[in-house]
């Protein structure tokens, strides 16, 4: 049985397929109606979130497939102590597959080792969210009509942010990526991915608290929130909270086709007045996950169109 918990789980022949997939989803969506009929889908959240739960259900509703599930630790049996292995077990009875988010990292892990049928990590605390990266990669090949040869900014909390961890694993896997760090130096990036994925990898990378200075070079610039609720104490997140704020005048020296990407939610990192510039992807990035969310529940019930 697979589970996707960490996205170098997939290798990137497996991505592709994914994004050709979602790509066929896209253009032929009666084709894949109906072929989850009689599955149900369970989404565990235990930390809030609109987009990824929203994106799994509409996904599974989309295939012609049901959903069960809760939304938050409150209303589960999470509030009386029982353990995410046990609610794994419980779950793998009702459903066919399960989307887990959880504060703690390793929970989704925990989660697979104990149920009986598919995990799919939706978030673990400040470690990884594979899905969001499978979501990003599809946004990146239809804007860009590439995986390769991109010199990709990442702005904001590069610390606790965890779509930055999981994308940055994922997209040094191509040809000629360059990658621009650009945050406080207290929200840097974790140097255990600086080693393990980007030296590894022998990714070009440099670091730097000026988004406006690097901003020519980049082909796409992946603006991200201060992650609040993983900060020890309020002062800090009040002082860091405002760090990157793109307008249209630090936009002035950017490439013409330049795509702005951001997993969502936008706290104020990007001006609303950037929505309607052609390079804003972000709210077709929100889109582009439910169809990647629909390819990847297809290959883990191992269901053909
Ligand atoms: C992200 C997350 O939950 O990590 N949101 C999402 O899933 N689209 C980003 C965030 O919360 O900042």
């Not at 939610?265 to 439910?290: H, M, T």
């Not at 629909?294 to 269901?303: D, H, R």
Request: with cysteine.
């Amino acid at each position: 049985m697979e589970h996707l918990i960490d996205i170098a789980q997939l290798s990137t022949d497996e991505v592709d397929a994914l994004i050709r997939k979602a790509e066929d989803i896209i253009a032929n969506p009666a084709k894949y109606a109906d072929i989850c009929r009689g599955k149900t889908l369970a989404t565990l959240f235990f930390e809030p979130s609109t987009r990824t739960r929203l994106s799994f259900e509409a996904a599974m509703y989309g295939l012609g497939g049901n959903v069960l599930g809760f939304s938050e630790a409150q209303s589960s049996s999470a509030s009386k102590g029982e353990s995410v292995s046990d609610t794994a077990k419980t779950v793998s009875c009702y459903a066919d597959i399960i989307a887990m988010r959880h504060p703690k990292e390793g929970a989704p892990l925990v989660a697979s080792m104990a149920a009986s049928v598919p995990v799919i990590n939706a978030g673990d605390g400040g470690h990884n969210h594979p899905t969001q990266t499978l979501t990003d990669l599809l946004t990146i090949h239809k804007e860009k009509g590439r995986l390769d040869n991109l010199t990709i900014g990442f702005c904001g909390d590069l610390k606790f942010g965890r779509t930055v961890h999981s994308l940055i694993t994922a997209i040094s896997r191509y040809k000629n990526i360059r990658v621009v760090l650009i945050s406080p130096d207290e929200l840097k990036l974790p140097s255990y991915i600086k080693k393990d994925v980007l030296q590894k990898n022998n990714i070009e990378y440099a670091q730097t608290t000026d988004l406006e200075a690097v901003m020519p070079e980049l082909d796409i610039l992946y603006m991200t929130r201060v992650q609040r609720e993983r900060f020890f104490n309020e002062e800090d997140y009040l002082r860091l909270k405002d760090s990157y704020i793109l307008t249209k005048e630090k936009l002035s020296g950017a490439k013409s086709d330049m795509a702005i990407l951001h997993p969502l939610p936008r706290v104020n990192e990007i001006s609303v007045a950037i929505d309607e510039d052609p390079r804003a992807c972000y709210f077709r990035q929100v889109l582009y996950g439910k169809f990647i969310r629909m390819a990847l529940i297809l290959k883990l019930l191992g269901l053909e169109a």
